[in-house]
């Protein structure tokens, strides 16, 4: 078998491992799923499962730091897009509730708070983010004090609407739940002005 055939292999072996962790997480958390249940949605064989990660905490961790790269991306995206910031932000909230509600693994985790390890995560990749935006601004170090702390108290009330959207199986429409983070988050960001 040449290089290029084992290559679409590996992804698409990949893809199918990552597809059944995403349709397993609507079923149970994500910390017990196995790689027998793994290899039996799939029809791969556990070693197969082990070319592929070490182990299922190192397939969640490496699903975590995509979604992450994903989602900072979808921010990225928005932002070259040039539109002001209200605009921006529900742009990209919609952007987000869109794709947790096709996630298993965000819509689990967000409404049992099941991974505390990458809320915190995103939490702290989100802070960073907004402290490296907000290095612009001038003033005192209060005023840039009370912005920091304006946007940590914008991001939790993030998480806990969409925690309960999500502990209601996303039945609002993700534009509706856009509308209202854009609402919540609207202080910290007018902040950076």
Not at 61 to 83: A, Q, T, V
Not at 98 to 105: D, E, M, N, V
Not at 121 to 140: C, N, P, Q
Request: charged residues 30%; aromatic residues 8%.
């Amino acid at each position: 078998m040449n290089d290029i055939s084992r290559d679409i292999r590996y992804r698409q072996t990949e893809e199918d491992l990552r597809d059944a962790f995403e349709l397993l997480c609507l079923k149970k958390d994500p910390a017990k799923i196995t790689v027998a249940e793994m290899a039996e949605r799939t029809g791969v064989t556990r070693s197969t499962f082990y070319n592929h990660y070490t182990d299922m905490p190192t397939l969640i961790m490496r699903i975590e730091d995509d979604i992450l790269d994903e989602i900072f991306s979808m921010l990225d995206r928005c932002r070259e897009e040039g539109m002001d910031d209200k605009k921006l932000v529900r742009s990209f909230l919609s952007a987000l509730c869109r794709y947790i509600r096709k996630s298993g693994y965000l819509v689990r985790t967000l409404s049992r708070l099941s991974s505390v390890r990458f809320i915190e995560k995103a939490l702290k990749r989100f802070r960073e983010y907004v402290l490296l935006d907000m290095s612009h601004i001038e003033g005192t170090p209060a005023r840039q004090q009370l912005g920091a702390y304006m946007m940590a108290g914008s991001i939790g009330g993030v998480v806990g609407i969409l925690h309960k959207w999500t502990v209601e199986n996303c039945e609002d429409s993700p534009e509706s739940v856009a509308r209202l983070l854009t609402d919540v988050l609207g202080s910290g960001f007018s902040s950076r002005s």
